[in-house]
């Protein structure tokens, strides 16, 4: 699994890339979504990471200058702005792709396994992980996270949160995880939101802003984008099929 960084501004964005992008079925792991580009030297110098996925324009920098100085084996870059020049710098800077605003899930798809063919290019032959000793891995752990989503889904949080809160590495955690649930912290997190969605969807009582608040979603239309990528229809959808109590 190729080890990937998304550095992106926008909130709504970098959710969604988070949350609902398959990164396993393209042979990733997501190891962190952060917003500006001393967050993403913070997790590049506190970890291995293998893709990089950046904005060109952040609060506090460039993402072409944060790329330039980074050592990964391969990088999307992707901008709202609509000029020739920054692709030709993202190419020279090493991208494997340049993707434009609004992203498209198929072209992301497409420009991700690009970049893990890159790295397989790049990456010398043989394993050279270190095992991880058995005793590493236990379920207090993992009970201790679904303790933490079931606490905490209402906020903004993700799995750097819920390993800080268990005082271990966010890929400590992911591995944990992972190891135990076949499902990585973000999907489960995802879920569970998507439980209590539909749980409320089943009271009329309840309108689809109050459930996006209620379930950790800000921004109502994104809440409605993670809904019907779940269960391929809106709330609104939704609740017209199953209807509950009027």
């Given at each position: 699994?190729?080890?990937?960084?998304v550095v992106?501004?926008?909130?709504?964005?970098?959710?969604?890339?988070?949350e609902?992008?398959?990164?396993?079925?393209?042979?990733?792991?997501?190891?962190?979504?952060?917003?500006?580009?001393?967050?993403?030297?913070?997790?590049?110098?506190?970890?291995?990471v293998?893709?990089?996925?950046?904005?060109?324009?952040?609060?506090?920098?460039?993402?072409?200058?944060?790329?330039?100085?980074c050592?990964v084996?391969?990088?999307?870059?992707?901008?709202?702005?609509?000029?020739?020049?920054?692709?030709?710098?993202?190419?020279?800077e090493?991208?494997?792709?340049?993707?434009?605003?609004p992203?498209?899930?198929?072209?992301?798809?497409v420009?991700?396994?690009?970049?893990?063919?890159?790295?397989?290019e790049?990456?010398?032959?043989?394993?050279?992980?270190?095992?991880?000793?058995?005793?590493?891995?236990?379920?207090?752990?993992?009970s201790?996270?679904?303790?933490?989503?079931?606490?905490?889904?209402?906020?903004?949080v993700s799995?750097?949160?819920?390993?800080?809160?268990?005082?271990?590495?966010e890929?400590?955690?992911?591995?944990?995880f992972?190891?135990?649930?076949?499902?990585?912290?973000?999907?489960?997190?995802?879920?569970?939101?998507?439980?209590?969605?539909?749980?409320?969807?089943?009271?009329?009582?309840?309108?689809?802003?109050?459930?996006?608040?209620?379930?950790?979603?800000?921004?109502?239309?994104?809440?409605a984008?993670?809904?019907?990528?779940h269960?391929?229809m809106?709330?609104?959808?939704?609740?017209?099929?199953?209807?509950?109590?009027q």
């Amino acid at each position: 699994m190729k080890k990937v960084l998304v550095v992106e501004d926008e909130i709504a964005l970098r959710r969604e890339l988070a949350e609902t992008f398959p990164w396993e079925a393209e042979s990733c792991s997501l190891v962190g979504a952060v917003g500006s580009v001393q967050e993403a030297r913070k997790r590049l110098e506190s970890g291995h990471v293998d893709i990089l996925i950046t904005d060109i324009k952040l609060p506090d920098g460039s993402g072409l200058e944060l790329l330039s100085n980074c050592n990964v084996s391969a990088a999307i870059v992707i901008t709202g702005f609509h000029e020739v020049t920054f692709a030709q710098r993202a190419l020279r800077e090493g991208a494997a792709d340049f993707l434009l605003k609004p992203l498209d899930d198929d072209e992301l798809a497409v420009a991700v396994r690009r970049a893990v063919a890159c790295c397989e290019e790049v990456e010398p032959p043989g394993d050279s992980r270190v095992p991880v000793a058995e005793n590493e891995f236990r379920n207090p752990i993992v009970s201790a996270a679904f303790e933490f989503i079931e606490n905490r889904y209402r906020d903004d949080v993700s799995l750097y949160e819920a390993s800080a809160h268990l005082g271990i590495s966010e890929g400590h955690l992911a591995g944990v995880f992972k190891s135990e649930t076949g499902t990585t912290f973000v999907q489960a997190l995802t879920a569970h939101r998507m439980r209590v969605a539909v749980s409320l969807l089943a009271d009329y009582r309840n309108n689809i802003t109050e459930i996006s608040q209620r379930c950790g979603y800000r921004d109502p239309a994104y809440f409605a984008r993670v809904f019907r990528r779940h269960y391929d229809m809106s709330p609104r959808s939704y609740r017209r099929s199953h209807p509950g109590r009027q």
